[in-house]
T-cell receptor, first 114, second 113 residues
Framework: NAGVTQTPKFQVLKTGQSMTLQCAQDMNHEYMSWYRQDPGMGLRLIHYSVGAGITDQGEVPNGYNVSRSTTEDFPLRLLSAAPSQTSVYFC?????????????FGSGTQLSVL | EDKVVQSPLSLVVHEGDTVTLNCSYEVTNFRSLLWYKQEKKAPTFLFMLTSSGIEKKSGRLSSILDKKELSSILNITATQTGDSAIYLCAVDRRWGSQGNLIFGKGTKLSVKP
């Protein structure tokens, strides 16, 4: 019963490097999303997807790219890492229940950009 | 602009105390309000509230939504050190056929023995 699996758990990048954060869910949820969490800022939505082949921007999309080729996977790509992207990243999947959207989170990726 | 505001931002109490955490919101197309608990890693789901005035309870935790006042409270009675965490409030906004969550900044609760 894996739920939402994120890799890697920790990553250090140099400015200008690119990388992909992986996210997979085994609950057959249509809706998936990526958040970043910074001290004192709460969780902010980067990108989300309402199903395979459909993605859209959230509150802080600049510098990030996503794609959704399957229901299970929703990778987040950093195109050219910047120190401002140092953060903790959470992937989530969700389903609609009881009139609302119930999110399940992955364990997070702590990213440092030097 | 939609926003969710939590108060206080941090709180220190002693074991056995009762605490009340607040969440107020200004969003278009309100769908539901959710509470999450975040310890060291991922937030875990506590409650989802959609109707005003109905209390949700789970053990020592309870929450209620007031849609007239655009707010919710999370109560924790007889606090324990294991309740120490960041408590996040989120509001689900209905966009088309899918919701979208906006989070508050969280309340950091520290329970001292």
């Amino acid at each position: 019963n894996a739920g939402v699996t994120q890799t890697p758990k920790f990553q250090v990048l140099k400015t200008g490097q690119s990388m992909t954060l992986q996210c997979a869910q085994d609950m057959n949820h249509e809706y998936m999303s990526w958040y970043r969490q910074d001290p004192g800022m709460g969780l902010r939505l980067i990108h989300y997807s309402v199903g395979a082949g459909i993605t859209d921007q959230g509150e802080v999309p600049n510098g990030y790219n996503v794609s959704r080729s399957t229901t299970e996977d929703f990778p987040l790509r950093l195109l050219s890492a910047a120190p401002s992207q140092t953060s903790v990243y959470f992937c989530a999947s969700s389903y609609s229940a009881g009139g609302g959207e119930k999110l399940f989170f992955g364990s997070g990726t702590q990213l440092s950009v030097l | 602009e939609d926003k969710v505001v939590q108060s206080p931002l941090s709180l220190v109490v002693h074991e056995g105390d009762t605490v009340t955490l607040n969440c107020s919101y200004e969003v278009t197309n309100f769908r539901s309000l959710l509470w999450y608990k975040q310890e060291k890693k991922a937030p875990t789901f506590l409650f989802m509230l959609t109707s005003s005035g109905i209390e949700k309870k789970s053990g020592r935790l309870s929450s209620i939504l007031d849609k007239k006042e655009l707010s919710s409270i999370l109560n924790i009675t007889a606090t324990q050190t294991g309740d120490s965490a960041i408590y996040l409030c989120a509001v689900d906004r209905r966009w088309g056929s899918q919701g979208n969550l906006i989070f508050g900044k969280g309340t950091k609760l520290s329970v001292k023995p």
